[in-house]
């Protein structure tokens, strides 16, 4: 117990809610990008996925970014298959808040996307985000490619060094192949381009990722 109450915990498999097979259905066009929200893609698009806390503001950092093709929010990571954002709130789906991104690597390097990762969040904090406390707001990276995997490694035990330096705790991020991807609601694509006052939720540790 402490100052954000009992510490969350992720359920096993047997625990988790049953979900079901219907998909959710989501819009055709990215709002902001006007890109094809769920694909398909051009061919030589490739694709990254990370959770840092709520996905408003998550998504937003990466369709900011000069080469990102298009984005969405989803679930990812747990048990139940097609989630509602409810059943993902309560803590019995294992999901976490996730961004895809689908990003031209001939006009930004995945390096890149893993610094914004890095700079736009607290990766120390567990199963939370400032005051966002759960399951679904842990820090994850979720790779695509053997490379992908490797770099994530990389860039995450060069932050934890300058973590350190800094006098700052250990990192909690996990760093996986990436899961099933499942769409969240629609209202939730792009939030803060329909809602330009609403929450965001990231903060960070205010130390730049080392070059």
């Known amino acids: 117990m402490g100052l954000f109450g009992k510490t969350p915990v992720m359920p096993s498999a047997e625990q988790a809610l049953p979900g079901r097979s219907d998909v959710m259905p989501v819009a055709a066009r990215h709002y902001v990008l ?4 769920a ?15 709520c996905f408003w503001g998550a998504e937003r950092k990466f369709w900011q970014l000069s080469g990102v093709h298009s984005t969405a929010v989803g679930y990812a990571a747990g048990f139940t298959p097609n989630p509602s954002y409810q059943e993902v709130c309560s803590g019995m789906t294992g999901h976490n808040e996730v961004v895809r991104v689908v990003f031209d690597p001939e006009q930004i390097s995945y390096r890149e996307l893993l610094q914004t990762f890095w700079e736009s969040h607290n990766p120390t904090q ?7 406390v759960g399951t679904q707001y842990r820090s ?22 300058a973590l350190k330096a800094k006098g700052l705790p250990a990192i909690t991020t996990e760093v996986i192949k990436a899961p099933e991807f499942y769409f969240a609601e629609d209202y939730h694509q792009q939030y803060l381009a329909k809602n ?11 130390v730049c990722y080392p070059d």
């Open 34 to 37: 006007d890109a094809s929200l």
């Open 39 to 53: 694909g398909p893609f051009p061919q030589h698009m490739e694709m990254a996925m990370f959770g840092l806390g």
């Open 126 to 132: 567990g199963m939370r985000q400032g005051n966002d």
């Open 140 to 161: 994850g990276i979720y790779t695509y490619s053997e490379e992908q995997q490797a770099l994530a490694e990389e860039t995450l035990a060069n932050y934890q060094r």
């Open 196 to 206: 330009p006052g609403g929450y965001c939720g990231l903060g960070g540790t205010g």
